[in-house]
């Protein structure tokens, strides 16, 4: 049971570039996010999905947008990067209690 | 004043001490409250739910929640190096998505 895999697990960016963060999970949960996590810091949701083709804003969503064509499938897409982006992403999939929340491995994000 | 807070630590216990760990959160029709652990460089996992007032106790873990003071703690009892991580306090409402608290350093010495 892989649960739920990110790729890729480690990016370096320029300024302005684009990327896509995939994420699928395996676990059939209709609810999935995006969380990012800055050096010493907490999570921070970004974006989150109910079910296939629903997505909704989290707390930081500027700077990023996602998708949710399947119940598998959340990529998370930056446009434009900025040195403020450079993080650690979460994805994580859950229930649709959305308590009990799975996380995927993690990816680290530099952007220089 | 922030949703949800966390001293971010570190906290330093011998081994074999009790660890409490404390989280305080603003929103009072919050309804479930989480522990998470983190190592270092790894995601977060899932180590208590509590969701009513009072103990909640799995093995070594105990998570207390009191509603009316809005606050949330861990103890961990006979703490072991293997415990030295990052605690993520959690707290959600019904339909809505958690909010992580800042998280706490433990620093278990052998």
């Known amino acids: 049971n892989a649960g739920v895999t990110q790729t890729p697990k480690f990016r370096i960016l320029k300024i302005g570039q684009s990327m896509t963060l995939q994420c699928t999970q395996d676990m059939n949960h209709n609810y999935m996010y995006w969380y990012r996590q800055d050096p010493g810091m907490g999570l921070k949701l970004i974006y989150y999905?109910?079910?296939?083709?629903?997505?909704d804003k989290g707390e930081v969503p500027n700077g990023y947008n996602v998708s949710r064509s399947t119940t598998e499938d959340f990529p998370l897409r930056l446009e434009l990067a900025a040195p403020s982006q450079t993080s650690v992403y979460f994805c994580?999939?859950?229930?649709?209690?959305?308590?009990?929340?799975?996380f995927g491995e993690g990816s680290w994000l530099t952007v220089v | 004043q922030k949703e949800v807070e966390q001293n971010s630590g570190p906290l330093s216990v011998p081994e074999g001490a009790i660890a409490s760990l404390n989280c305080t959160y603003s929103?009072?029709?919050?309804?479930?409250f989480f522990w998470y652990r983190q190592y270092s460089g790894k995601s977060p996992e899932l180590i208590m739910s509590i969701y009513s007032n009072g103990d909640k106790e799995d093995g070594r873990f105990t998570a207390q929640l009191n509603k009316a003071s809005q606050y949330v703690s861990l103890l961990i009892r006979d703490s072991q190096p293997s415990d030295s991580a990052t605690y993520l306090c959690?707290?959600?409402?019904?339909?809505?998505?958690?909010?992580f608290g800042g998280g706490t350093r433990l620093m278990v010495k052998p």
């Open positions: 999905s109910v079910g296939a083709g629903i997505t």
């Open positions: 929103d009072r029709v919050s309804q479930s």
């Open positions: 959690a707290v959600g409402r019904a339909g809505n998505m958690l909010t």
């Open positions: 994580a999939s859950s229930y649709p209690d959305g308590n009990t929340i799975y």
